[in-house]
C-alpha cells in the first residue's frame, strides 16, 4: 500500500493570473493546508462522492414500489435498512474507486478526477477507516434487516443478495477491476438490477423478473453516468493504462453511446405510458434536460459539469418513475384511445344513415 506523498506549500500566484477555462482538462489546485490530526468535514462528505447516491436511492425505491402496486406489501422500517445496505455499499465501491484510481496513477494532482487522495485532502489510513466504516455501516443493517423482513424472506438469500452486492463493490475497482479491463458498464448495470430485484425481495420474499424489466430504464440511465465519467476522462485512462469501455470503442463511439443510454429509457417510458396508463407520462418531463445534456455530450463539453448534471437528471426521472409505480392503475391510454375511435366511427356512421 503507498501512501501519496505530502503536497509541499503552494507558490503564490500573481493576482493578475489568468482563470483557467471550465471545460479545459482539470488542473486542480492543492487546497488550503489543514492542522495536523483535523480533517475538513467537507473532505469526509466529498470523498462518499454523495451526488453519486442518486440510483441507490431510485433503484431501491422502486423496487419497494414494484413490491406494493403487485403485492400490496411494503415496510417502512425494512425499506430503510435495505437502502442503509445498498447506501454502505456503495459507498464502499467508492472509496476503493477513490484508492485504486490514485495507487494506479489515474488521479494525479495534475489531473483527477476525485482530487481526495490525489491532493492530499485525505490520507490513504482515513479512506480506509471511512470504508471500514461503509462496511460496518452495511452489516449492521442486514443484521436488522433479517430480523424485520417478512416471514416469507429466506435468509439464506437474503445473505447471498448482500453478499452478491458486496462483491461486485469490491471488484469494481479492486482485482480483477472490471473497471479496468473494459466491464465496468457490465458490472453497474448487473448492480443496479440485482439492487432494484432486492428491494423488491426484502419487502415480498418472492424473486421476480418484473422488478428488474420495470427498473431498466433508471439503470441504463446509472450506466450512463459512469460513462460520462469514463469518457471525460478517456485520455488521462489511456495514459494510465486503463481500458475502460469509452477507451476501448473511442470517443465517437462513445459519444453514440451516451446518446443511447439517455435516449432509450424515454422510448421505454413511452411503451408504458401506451401500454399501462398516464402516470407513466411523467418523467417524460425531463426530456429537456436529456435533450441538454446530448447536446453537450455532442459538442465534447465533457468537463463542464456533464457527469453530475446527468445524476441529476437520472434522479427526477426515477423520482417520476417511483411516484407513476407507486400509484395504481388508471385506465391506460391506448384503451382512452380505442373507446376515441369507437366513438368517432359511430358518429361517422350515423350521418352516412342520416
Not at 156 to 175: D, E, H, N, R, W
Not at 182 to 187: C, E, K, M
Request: contains cysteine.
Amino acid at each position: 500500500m503507498t501512501v501519496p506523498v505530502r503536497r509541499t506549500a503552494p507558490t503564490k500566484q500573481p493576482s493578475t493570473a489568468t482563470p483557467v477555462p471550465a471545460d479545459d482538462q482539470k488542473c486542480s489546485s492543492p487546497p488550503p493546508p489543514t492542522p495536523t490530526g483535523q480533517v475538513a468535514a467537507h473532505y469526509v462528505i466529498e470523498a462518499f462522492r454523495p451526488w453519486s447516491l442518486s440510483p441507490t436511492l431510485c433503484t431501491s425505491a422502486l423496487g419497494a414500489a414494484v413490491a406494493w402496486r403487485s403485492e400490496d406489501m411494503f415496510s417502512l422500517p425494512v425499506f430503510l435498512l435495505q437502502l442503509a445496505v445498498c447506501v454502505g455499499l456503495q459507498s464502499v465501491a467508492n472509496l476503493l474507486n477513490t484508492y485504486f484510481d490514485h495507487k494506479k496513477g489515474f488521479d494525479t494532482r495534475e489531473h483527477n478526477a476525485d482530487p481526495t487522495l490525489a491532493e492530499d485532502r485525505l490520507t490513504v489510513k482515513q479512506v480506509l477507516i471511512l470504508m471500514a466504516g461503509s462496511w460496518l455501516v452495511s452489516g449492521i443493517a442486514g443484521v436488522q434487516l433479517a430480523r424485520l423482513a417478512p416471514a416469507g424472506v429466506d435468509p439464506l438469500t437474503l445473505l447471498l443478495f448482500i453478499a452478491g452486492g458486496a462483491l461486485i463493490a469490491s471488484i469494481y475497482s479492486a482485482p480483477p477491476g472490471l473497471k479496468y479491463i473494459g466491464l465496468g458498464d457490465v458490472g453497474v448495470f448487473a448492480a443496479w438490477s440485482l439492487q432494484t430485484l432486492f428491494s423488491f425481495f426484502v419487502q415480498t420474499g418472492k424473486l421476480s423478473l418484473l422488478p428488474i424489466w420495470r427498473a431498466l430504464p433508471l439503470v441504463l440511465h446509472t450506466v450512463a453516468i459512469l460513462h460520462a465519467n469514463n469518457t471525460r476522462d478517456i485520455n488521462n485512462d489511456l495514459n494510465a493504462g486503463g481500458r475502460t469501455l469509452a477507451a476501448v470503442v473511442g470517443l465517437d463511439a462513445s459519444v453514440w453511446l451516451y446518446k443511447a443510454l439517455v435516449i432509450v429509457p424515454y422510448g421505454l417510458a413511452m411503451v408504458r405510458v401506451l401500454m399501462t396508463n398516464l402516470w407513466y407520462a411523467l418523467p417524460l418531463i425531463t426530456m429537456p434536460i436529456a435533450k441538454g445534456l446530448v447536446k453537450r455530450f455532442e459538442g465534447r463539453h465533457f468537463k463542464s459539469g456533464v457527469v453530475e448534471d446527468t445524476a441529476k437528471m437520472q434522479l427526477l426521472f426515477g423520482a417520476l418513475t417511483c411516484i407513476a409505480e407507486a400509484n395504481k392503475p388508471m385506465i391506460p391510454l391506448h384503451a382512452v384511445v380505442i373507446v376515441v375511435m369507437k366513438q368517432m366511427a359511430e358518429r361517422m356512421v350515423e350521418k352516412q344513415q342520416q
